[in-house]
């Protein structure tokens, strides 16, 4: 793939580059990640205080903030040729002040797996990277194409999968995590809520009545404590069976190099 480059982002924008960039803000830890394993350490500027892997690779990048609150001013005195972002992870106001400053954005917002590796694949092309990246996306799409082999042979276990506690939350079908729940053989037992993301009960759990629950290390870091709250209810079938699980979250979370290892990991739990 030659520049100049013209590719489209989640948001059906245009982006146009000359040349592959040399200069890149990341406002994405998953993508910090994935640029990082493309080989573009030396061209990346700066990187989100939640931009924690590769860990000895980013602590050495400029933090510009966190992903709701990035440093504006410091962004724009990195003079970055490409700032990554995502449509839900970071805010609006902060994408347009940048782009109002003249930076070039790519926004991203994948809710299916296959999006996800979609994402990757145009990443690489956009950075001038496709090559060095094939090693990677393919053996990610050996195994999303198992995955999807796999999925249509069976009936579907039932998961519950929290996101947050104190209140507890989940999430419906319109997102990420459901798509790899699903494409792993599971069934969200929240799926048809109306909302993205809303609170639920342990009695809404119980009525469900999963077959397995996962319970992931982030964005609420869930604790070998966390299994009590559903020990108190034996009655649920992930209980009765002990298939409580305590997970990684960025194995079902983060679009990058983790997918292959997530389909993996949950397929086997299911």
């Known amino acids: 793939?030659?520049?100049?480059?013209?590719?489209?982002?989640?948001?059906?924008?245009?982006?146009?580059?000359?040349?592959?960039?040399?200069?890149?803000?990341?406002?994405?830890?998953?993508?910090?990640?994935?640029?990082?394993?493309?080989?573009?350490?030396?061209?990346?500027?700066?990187?989100?205080?939640?931009?924690?892997?590769?860990?000895?690779?980013?602590?050495?990048?400029?933090?510009?903030g966190g992903t709701k609150k990035p440093h504006r001013e410091r962004i724009l005195r990195l003079n970055p040729d490409l700032v990554i972002m995502n449509a839900e992870e970071n805010r609006r106001e902060d994408a347009e002040y940048l782009e109002n400053h003249g930076l070039t954005l790519y926004v991203t917002f994948p809710k299916t797996v296959g999006e996800g590796i979609e994402l990757m694949r145009t990443l690489a092309k956009l950075t001038g990277t496709l090559k060095a990246a094939e090693e990677i996306l393919g053996p990610i799409e050996e195994a999303?194409?198992?995955?999807?082999?796999?999925v249509r042979r069976g009936p579907p276990v039932k998961?519950?999968?929290?996101i947050w506690k104190k209140p507890y939350m989940s999430f419906n079908s319109e997102t990420y995590v459901d798509n790899f729940i699903t494409l792993c053989g599971g069934q969200n037992l929240f799926k048809d809520r109306a909302e993205r993301y809303f609170k639920v009960t342990l009695e809404e759990?119980?009525?469900?009545?999963?077959?397995?629950?996962?319970?992931?290390?982030?964005?609420?870091?869930?604790?070998?404590?966390?299994?009590v709250d559903f020990q108190n209810f034996p009655e649920i079938s992930a209980v009765k069976t002990g298939r409580v699980h305590r997970i990684d979250g960025k194995l079902i979370s983060w679009y990058g190099p983790r997918i292959q290892e997530g389909l993996r990991t949950l397929r086997r739990l299911f």
């Open 1 to 64: 793939m030659t520049h100049p480059l013209a590719v489209q982002d989640s948001l059906r924008r245009i982006i146009q580059v000359e040349k592959p960039p040399e200069r890149i803000v990341s406002l994405v830890p998953s993508l910090t990640e994935t640029l990082f394993a493309f080989g573009l350490r030396d061209r990346i500027v700066g990187v989100t205080d939640y931009c924690t892997e590769p860990a000895g690779e980013v602590a050495q990048k400029t933090k510009v």
């Open 159 to 162: 998961v519950f999968c929290p």
């Open 144 to 150: 999303y194409r198992e995955a999807l082999s796999r």
């Open 205 to 227: 759990v119980v009525l469900g009545n999963p077959e397995v629950i996962l319970l992931p290390d982030e964005p609420y870091k869930f604790s070998e404590a966390d299994r």
